[in-house]
């Protein structure tokens, strides 16, 4: 294994405390950017919006209910990846945990609600129970996708040290 170095003066130790802190809360600007991201993309009109997934759906040749539900999928579980990052980088347990798990989908769950609620005040927008569903889930394969990597790169970093 790899040996870590020690701080030698009050000065490298306050740098590596400070650099420690920095790595613990860039992580909010994530979820923070996907949150923005859906509640833009939720404030269009239903016209904007429904040109926007005809070009998205146009572009990869898939019908625009697919594109309109595959949208709320990739930006859900962007979501659920950054916030569990983000909750993850808080802990200082060596793996993702059950809570943090639970706690991601919960708010998952939570935005996808405020979200449809949002949308049932635009003009030429709907809520719908289904999209809730499918944020939900996606939320969820968020949160799976983080722990799938958090686990694939700690073992090749684990490889790695073994080998040097």
Request: aromatic share 10%.
């Given at each position: 294994?790899?040996?870590?170095?020690?701080?030698?003066?009050?000065?490298?130790?306050k740098a590596?405390?400070?650099r420690k802190k920095i790595e613990r809360y860039w992580r909010i600007?994530?979820?923070i950017f996907?949150?923005?991201i859906i509640w833009a993309f939720s404030a269009t009109s239903g016209e904007?919006?429904?040109?926007?997934?005809?070009?998205?759906?146009?572009?990869?040749?898939?019908?625009n209910a697919l594109a309109r539900k595959l949208a709320h999928f990739i930006l859900f579980a962007g979501l659920g990846y950054s916030i569990s990052s983000f909750l993850k980088g808080l802990n200082v347990s060596q793996f993702?945990?059950?809570?943090?798990?639970?706690?991601?989908?919960?708010f998952a769950v939570a935005y996808a609600a405020i979200d449809e609620?949002?949308?049932l005040t635009i003009a030429g927008r709907n809520g719908s129970v289904t999209d809730v569903l499918?944020?939900?889930?996606?939320?969820?394969?968020?949160?799976?996708a983080y722990i799938a990597i958090f686990c694939y790169v700690r073992r090749y970093r684990f490889k790695q040290a073994l080998q040097n």
């Open positions: 294994m790899e040996q870590i170095e020690q701080p030698k003066t009050i000065k490298e130790l590596r405390i400070l600007i994530f979820p996907f949150v923005i904007s919006s429904q040109a926007s997934s005809s070009a998205f759906a146009n572009m990869f040749g898939i019908s993702p945990t059950l809570t943090t798990t639970i706690y991601t989908t919960v609620v949002h949308q499918i944020d939900s889930l996606a939320g969820f394969a968020g949160v799976l």
